[in-house]
């Protein structure tokens, strides 16, 4: 499923709780340590503490305020999570009322995908006639996850990333790809109630395999190739898989988007607050090219090439 639209994004925003847990913090209750975590993970510290809808709320008030809208101008709000607030109604019904949107509302479930998927989705609503949407990453992993569990408690954390999106004359979106495989189910979950429970291995070779030939297919579409890349922006879950695609693609570690030491893997939130991190620190500028790649429990996975235009 490939394609290309236009929209173009005019605002960006990204929040973490203020709560932070260490490698140390988890290394007094469990037998693991910081040299462990940051070599196996890249991972220094994680956020916990907010819940999906305020994260959302936060970011999305940011992503509002940088493009210089209101609620009011807003045709449709997403919110790409795989931790909503309540089973019903969706946590975007929460961001539409606290951010006054004047659209619609609706939640998306692609796990670690899902900002991607939604950013996708989007492109395509936009050329369909909407004129301006919100698309929110954001995830409250720390409550899903077992703190006496060495091998997930060390990897997931919270927060919430959000873009404005705007119908454009000129696309932007210049490719992508979108793909799942409901037969790996099993190699990463977690039940009503239940805690994530995963093969972390099995997780790990599939995500590589999967993020390589997708961000591929992405840069084929577009007509574009690695070389013509300015910057890699990955889902956030372990920086060895980050430098692994990094290295099957031929795309040099320093132009990674990484933000994973402050992070941790919060979800569908990684890929929007890497990109504003590094909008916001200047590293992203008018004119680059960007391929936006990332993979989730289902197995699914998301690639898009976008071209920097925020005018
Ligand atoms: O968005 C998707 C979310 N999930 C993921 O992205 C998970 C992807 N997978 C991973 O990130 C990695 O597989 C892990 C970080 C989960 C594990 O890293 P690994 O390099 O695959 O380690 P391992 O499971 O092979 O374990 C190596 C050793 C084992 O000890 P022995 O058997 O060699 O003695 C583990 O028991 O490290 C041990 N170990 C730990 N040691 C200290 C496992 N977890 C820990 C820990 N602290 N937290």
Redesign the pocket.
């Known amino acids: 499923m490939t394609g290309s639209t236009g929209g173009r994004i005019t605002g960006w925003g990204a929040h973490l709780p203020e709560k932070v847990i260490t490698n140390e913090d988890?290394a007094q209750t469990?037998?693991?340590?910081h040299d462990?975590?940051v070599e196996?993970?890249g991972i220094h510290r994680r956020h916990i503490g907010g819940s999906t809808s305020e994260m959302s709320i936060h970011a999305g008030q940011q992503a509002l305020d940088s493009a210089g809208v209101t609620g009011d101008d807003i045709d449709l709000v997403i919110v790409a999570t795989t931790t909503p607030d309540q089973l019903m109604p969706g946590t975007s019904a929460a961001v539409q009322a606290e951010l006054a949107i004047a659209g619609g509302a609706c939640d998306m479930q692609a796990?670690?995908s899902g900002f991607s998927y939604g950013l996708v989705a989007a492109n395509g609503l936009l050329a369909t006639g909407l004129e301006r949407i919100l698309v929110i990453g954001a995830d409250a992993l720390g409550e899903r996850v077992d703190w006496d569990d060495?091998?997930?408690?060390?990897?997931?954390g919270d927060g919430a990333g959000a873009v404005v999106i705007e119908r454009s004359d000129t696309p932007t979106l210049l490719g992508f790809d979108l793909g799942a495989d409901g037969s790996l189910r099993h190699i990463?979950y977690a039940d009503h109630g239940g805690f994530?429970t995963?093969?972390?291995?099995?997780?790990?070779r599939a995500?590589v395999r999967a993020v390589t030939s997708s961000a591929n297919k992405a840069m084929a579409n577009a007509g574009v190739t690695i070389a013509d890349i300015d910057w890699f922006v990955p889902?956030q879950?372990?920086i060895?898989?980050i430098e692994s695609i990094a290295g099957r693609l031929g795309l040099p570690m320093e132009q990674a988007i990484v933000t994973i030491a402050e992070t941790a893997?919060n979800?569908a939130a990684?890929i929007p607050i890497a990109l504003d991190t590094a909008v916001r620190d200047g590293r992203i500028a008018p004119g680059d090219l960007l391929l936006l790649g990332?993979?989730?429990?289902g197995m699914t996975w998301a690639s898009a090439v976008l071209r920097w235009d925020p005018r």
Not at 294 to 297: A, I, L, Q, T, V
């Open positions: 988890l469990l037998d693991t340590n462990w975590i196996r993970t796990v670690c060495r091998s997930s408690a060390i990897l997931f990463g994530i995963m093969d972390g291995k099995e997780v790990f995500a889902h879950a372990n060895r898989i893997n979800s990684t990332g993979f989730g429990f």
